[in-house]
């Protein structure tokens, strides 16, 4: 990605963040907002560490993302300050001293310890924005539930700056999907497929967003399915892959179901999956109600399994029944950005509060109405799980489900197919087919 393109955007970006700062600070009564990176977790009964988290909220502000014990400080009134370690470490790769676009709006402060980090923090009423500090003097990490809610509320509102690196994230990811499907269509195992996701991404496990799901077959049907058998399966079926990649900390999130040659039914009903879930990303607009928008989601995923014979009953009753919920059991998606399920898709205002999930659908990770700069998910899907399947077929419902046909599509696993899109004021924008036309 160019620097001179992010380098023009993020002056507005951080004048963004101030503002927001200055407007949290003053609602809850502090002086100065720190920020901590972070710390890496020590592995139980262990000398080594996990692999190294930023936090959201540092990676915020500035592209950083691995400079534990760092701190970001804002004053309202003055230049934020970065606190950068930088350790005499031999036994690890030190990081180098910060360059890039965005150096000269901080006063930047080099320090060698994590205490002398600390020790250059403002006093005062501050709000610390933290974790893993308990230990340590001169700290306490009070994570004001007031600052919080505020800066979460708005980090749903996405700035220029920001789109740009989700755009970024979602070329890297949709490269890596190329390769992938090529990998499977080369008949490689699970484990092969995810080492060439790697190789695509150009990024290790520990660098994607969230651990990839690379589920051949049956496996499609694990929702969260993260174990690669090492051995392809005797005959691949089908193949589904829900991974991501990251840009200076933004995420992008993408999943794509395939079918293998000669598996005509499956496929049809892939398109039939695809064709559903472009319409729900073209309802992706200002005002639309997510929660409304995922009920709707069940009313045509509903058709389509009418459409393709798996039940005989209406739509409607379908929806009313659960029985789409036995297909699909997730929410219609989340919102992204920082953090692959990013924060405040519950939240009520800038002072907090929780907008309640609807009946019937536990797994919803969005209750708000979406507006300009929100970026979401849209992941509808159908799957055949043994465990909900036998439910359903202890229900009255069972005697509209054709089992027969269900039982033929089950070695197929099921289908997700996930967008990353932005609301907009107008026509919604899909960075995720966005990407992938850049690959034709």
């Known amino acids: 990605m160019p ?15 101030r503002d927001r700062a200055d407007r949290a600070l003053a609602h809850a009564g502090f002086d100065h907002l720190l920020i901590a990176a972070g710390m890496p977790l020590r592995k139980f009964l262990d000398d080594q560490d996990q692999p190294f988290i930023v936090s959201p909220h540092f990676k915020h502000w ?14 309202p009134g003055s230049r934020p300050k970065l606190i950068f370690l930088q350790p005499r470490d031999y036994w690890h790769v030190v990081p180098d001293a910060p360059t890039g676009y965005w150096v000269d709006a901080f006063d930047i402060s080099i320090v060698r310890t ?16 933290a974790a893993g500090y308990a230990d340590m003097d001169g700290i306490e990490a009070n994570n004001p539930t007031a600052v919080l809610d505020y800066l979460h509320w708005y980090r749903s509102y996405k700035t220029p700056y920001e789109l740009e690196l ?51 077959n049956e496996h499609g049907a694990v929702l969260h399915y993260t174990n690669f058998d ?64 995922h009920i709707h989601a069940h ?8 459409e393709h014979g798996f039940i005989r009953m209406s739509a409607e009753s379908a929806v009313a029944s659960g029985v789409t919920g036995t297909f699909m059991p997730h929410g219609l998606g989340h919102p992204i950005g920082l ?28 209750t708000r109405v979406l507006e300009p700069g929100m970026v979401v998910t849209i992941e509808p899907g159908l799957y055949f799980i043994d465990m909900l399947l036998a439910e359903l077929r202890s229900k009255p ?20 197919i996930e967008d990353d899109v932005v609301c907009t004021a107008d026509t919604p924008e899909n960075l995720t087919r966005n990407a992938f036309a850049l690959l034709n």
Not at 62 to 75: C, E, I, K, N, Q
Not at 191 to 212: K, N, R, T, V, W
Not at 231 to 248: H, K, T, V
Not at 277 to 287: H, I
């Open 166 to 216: 989700m755009r970024e994230a979602s070329r890297i990811g949709t490269r890596a999907h190329r390769a992938a499907e090529q990998a499977f269509r080369a008949g490689e195992s699970e484990f092969g497929i995810h080492m060439a996701y790697l190789a695509a991404a150009s990024q290790s496990d520990a660098e994607l967003p969230y651990a990839s799901i690379v589920g051949l």
């Open 62 to 75: 500035l592209p950083l993302s691995d400079t534990p014990g760092s701190w970001v400080v804002y004053t």
């Open 339 to 366: 953090q692959v399920h990013d924060v405040a898709g519950f939240q009520q205002s800038e002072r907090g509060g929780t907008i309640g999930r609807s009946d019937g659908h536990p797994y919803l990770r969005m």
């Open 299 to 306: 009313h045509v995923l509903a058709e389509v399994l009418r």
């Open 114 to 129: 994590a205490a002398e980090a600390v020790a250059q923090l403002p006093g005062g009423k501050r709000a610390v924005i």
């Open 3 to 17: 620097a001179a393109k992010l380098a023009s955007l993020y002056p507005d970006h951080l004048s963004t963040l």
């Open 230 to 293: 090492r051995n392809p399966p005797a005959q691949s079926r089908s193949f589904l892959i829900d991974a991501g990649a990251g840009a200076a900390g933004y995420a992008s999130d993408i999943t794509r179901t395939y079918a293998a040659a000669g598996a005509a039914e499956f496929q049809a009903l892939i398109d039939s999956v695809d064709v559903a879930q472009q319409g729900f990303v073209g309802k992706v607009r200002a005002g639309q109600s997510y929660p409304e928008l």
């Open 397 to 416: 419902e069972a005697k509209d489900v054709d089992w027969a046909k269900v039982d033929a599509f089950r070695p197929y696993g099921g289908i997700r």
